[in-house]
């Protein structure tokens, strides 16, 4: 079974192809998995330790990621000269990303920062141009917490900047700690800061993204891990 969908928990439906697969590939695994269980707790009052911690073991993390042809095609829309500081553009989907969007506009105040916001929908083609337009692209979790927005950015040339990993989120914990920041917001302002004046550093954190996504995040090479 390979599962893309937000959510760090099984369904009913999902909990059945647990237990009849051979593996079962997951991109929102929460840190303790027992909390795959909870939509399902009265059904697995039944089951032993023993059973419950055996299909525990059947579950391996993977990433979301990017298909390779997307990958390649956002890289050559790069640009030379990055005039945006900061850019940010989702869906208000839930508080990271409302609290997200207050300090970016107390930051806009504050600082000499060239800071877009967009708030309402636009065609993909812009969102691209204007993330490749960006020094630094903030990336707040959605649904879930992997989400396509962390590797277009990369792919575009801005840094993703994301709130720190809810969930296992494979493969992301072994980059720089620059590229996160805590979920409280405490060192939201700090990082920006840090990255804005350091071009090499954003450089070096934007090279070790890349790297970890030709490696690991690519679609061909998530199949080949599985």
């Given at each position: 079974?390979?599962d893309f969908?937000d959510?760090?928990y099984?369904?009913s439906g999902d909990?059945d192809?647990l237990e009849?697969?051979?593996?079962y590939?997951k991109r929102?695994?929460?840190?303790?998995?027992?909390?795959?269980?909870h939509q399902?707790?009265?059904?697995?009052k039944?089951y032993?330790?023993?059973k419950?911690?055996a299909?525990?073991?059947?579950?391996?993390?993977?990433?979301?990621g990017?298909?390779?042809q997307?990958?390649?095609?956002?890289?050559?829309l790069?640009?030379t000269t990055q005039d945006?500081?900061?850019?940010w553009?989702?869906?208000?989907s839930?508080?990271?990303r409302?609290?997200?969007?207050?300090h970016l506009?107390?930051l806009?105040?504050?600082?000499?920062?060239n800071?877009v916001?967009?708030?309402?929908?636009?065609?993909?083609d812009d969102?691209?141009?204007?993330v490749?337009?960006?020094?630094?692209?903030?990336?707040?979790a959605?649904?879930g917490?992997?989400c396509?927005r962390?590797y277009?950015?990369a792919?575009?040339?801005s840094?993703p900047l994301?709130n720190?990993?809810?969930v296992?989120?494979?493969?992301w914990?072994?980059l720089?700690?620059?590229?996160f920041?805590?979920?409280h917001?405490?060192n939201?302002a700090t990082r920006?800061e840090?990255?804005?004046?350091?071009?090499?550093l954003?450089?070096h954190?934007?090279t070790a993204?890349e790297?970890m996504?030709q490696?690991?995040?690519?679609?061909?090479k998530?199949?080949?891990?599985?």
């Open positions: 079974v390979v969908i959510h760090p099984l369904t909990l192809l009849s697969c051979q593996a590939f929102e695994i929460p840190y303790d998995h027992f909390i795959l269980y399902n707790q009265q059904r697995i039944s032993s330790y023993e419950k911690i299909l525990l073991d059947k579950i391996h993390s993977i990433p979301l990017i298909r390779d997307k990958f390649q095609v956002l890289r050559h790069r640009v945006i500081d900061v850019f553009c989702g869906k208000i839930n508080t990271l409302i609290t997200a969007v207050k506009k107390a806009s105040r504050q600082k000499s920062w800071i916001i967009m708030e309402t929908p636009v065609a993909f969102y691209c141009r204007m490749a337009r960006s020094k630094i692209t903030v990336s707040i959605g649904a917490w992997d396509f962390h277009e950015a792919a575009l040339g840094l994301m720190r990993p809810t296992e989120a494979v493969w914990h072994d720089p700690e620059e590229i920041f805590e979920n917001f405490s939201f920006l840090t990255l804005l004046a350091d071009a090499a954003r450089n954190a934007l993204i790297t996504i490696k690991h995040a690519l679609w061909s998530i199949v080949d891990d599985i």
